[in-house]
């Protein structure tokens, strides 16, 4: 295996994206959690899928169309809330259908034979990028340049929003600028696991860490870290027993917490 990584450059790019994306899902997952944001998170994940059609439909990287319908759909989530009585479940079931319909209408209009979209909806680790490399570096530092400068204000904004209203901080930009994260995290994770199985790669490591801490910053820290081991575990797994990878990152998360789960309770 680490021959091959030394040897194989898809493998190399392959454990550089397992590292971006376990800082995302540390810094990032943990909000989600904490905030109880997790269908909101799939519901930009599906109607990033628009996009992701777009892209093969106009002749762009996919992916790039992907991003656009990510963040578009975010703040309209934020802004439709905010104007309307609607309720964020209403607004997330209309666009996480709405994204994927559009999906498969703009692969059905595309020229030539339909595109394998397999590695978009579940993942493949293996077939990351130079291209996708540079695009998910760019994103995670912007996550965590971003993060770090309103690191303060974001928990306060998830344990304590009243107080930061209190104090004439703009929690309207906040959560905007939250949600545009979030649609920037789901972009770096689709590569990795896809857009069916990214809710659960977001959620399961701060879902871990907080079976062992409580302490906010060291449940980022350890999601990071959780992150990288379960994503290299897969990948290992995936290398050396032909199966999708992006499944096997999420069976073997999965699997892993509720093991934690019954021996905390047993224990």
């Given at each position: 295996?680490?021959?091959?990584?030394?040897?194989?450059?898809?493998?190399?790019?392959?454990?550089?994206?397992?590292?971006?994306?376990?800082?995302?899902?540390?810094?990032i997952?943990?909000?989600?959690?904490?905030?109880?944001l997790?269908?909101?998170?799939?519901?930009?994940?599906?109607?990033?899928?628009?996009?992701?059609?777009?892209?093969?439909?106009?002749?762009?990287?996919?992916?790039?169309?992907?991003?656009?319908?990510?963040?578009?759909?975010?703040?309209?989530?934020?802004?439709?809330?905010?104007?309307?009585?609607?309720?964020?479940?209403?607004?997330?079931?209309m666009?996480?259908?709405?994204?994927?319909?559009?999906?498969i209408?703009?692969?059905s209009?595309?020229d030539?034979?339909?595109?394998?979209?397999?590695?978009?909806?579940?993942?493949?680790?293996?077939?990351?990028?130079?291209?996708?490399?540079?695009?998910?570096?760019?994103?995670?530092?912007?996550?965590?340049?971003s993060?770090?400068?309103?690191?303060?204000?974001?928990?306060?904004?998830?344990?304590?929003?009243?107080?930061?209203?209190?104090?004439?901080?703009?929690?309207?930009?906040?959560?905007?600028?939250?949600?545009?994260l979030?649609?920037?995290?789901?972009?770096?994770?689709?590569?990795?696991?896809?857009?069916?199985?990214?809710?659960?790669?977001?959620?399961?490591?701060?879902?871990?860490?907080?079976?062992?801490?409580?302490?906010?910053?060291?449940?980022?820290?350890?999601?990071?870290?959780?992150?990288?081991?379960?994503?290299?575990?897969?990948?290992?797994?995936?290398?050396?027993?032909?199966?999708?990878?992006?499944?096997t990152?999420?069976?073997?998360?999965?699997?892993?917490?509720?093991?934690?789960?019954?021996?905390?309770?047993?224990?």
């Open positions: 295996m680490f021959e091959a990584i030394i040897n194989y450059q898809f493998m190399q790019y392959a454990v550089i994206s397992i590292i971006l994306a376990s800082i995302v899902c540390g810094i997952g943990t909000i989600v959690v904490e905030k109880k997790v269908m909101m998170s799939g519901g930009i994940a599906h109607a990033s899928f628009g996009g992701i059609g777009l892209g093969f439909l106009i002749g762009i990287e996919p992916i790039i169309g992907g991003l656009f319908f990510a963040v578009t759909s975010s703040i309209s989530i934020v802004s439709i809330k905010r104007k309307t009585n609607t309720s964020s479940d209403t607004i997330i079931a666009l996480w259908s709405l994204g994927m319909a559009l999906g209408l703009f692969i209009l595309t030539g034979y339909p595109p394998d979209m397999t590695t978009y909806l579940f993942g493949d680790i293996l077939t990351v990028s130079k291209i996708d490399i540079y695009l998910m570096s760019t994103l995670t530092l912007i996550i965590v340049i993060s770090l400068a309103f690191f303060n204000y974001i928990k306060s904004y998830l344990f304590d929003e009243t107080f930061l209203n209190s104090k004439g901080i703009n929690t309207s930009f906040l959560e905007y600028f939250l949600f545009v979030i649609a920037l995290s789901i972009v770096i994770l689709i590569k990795v696991v896809g857009i069916i199985l990214v809710i659960t790669l977001l959620t399961v490591p701060p879902a871990i860490s907080k079976l062992l801490t409580y302490n906010f910053n060291n449940i980022i820290l350890l999601s990071s870290l959780i992150g990288i081991i379960l994503c290299f575990l897969g990948l290992v797994f995936s290398y050396y027993f032909n199966i999708p990878s992006g499944a990152i999420i069976i073997l998360s999965s699997i892993t917490y509720f093991v934690l789960v019954l021996f905390k309770q047993i224990r």
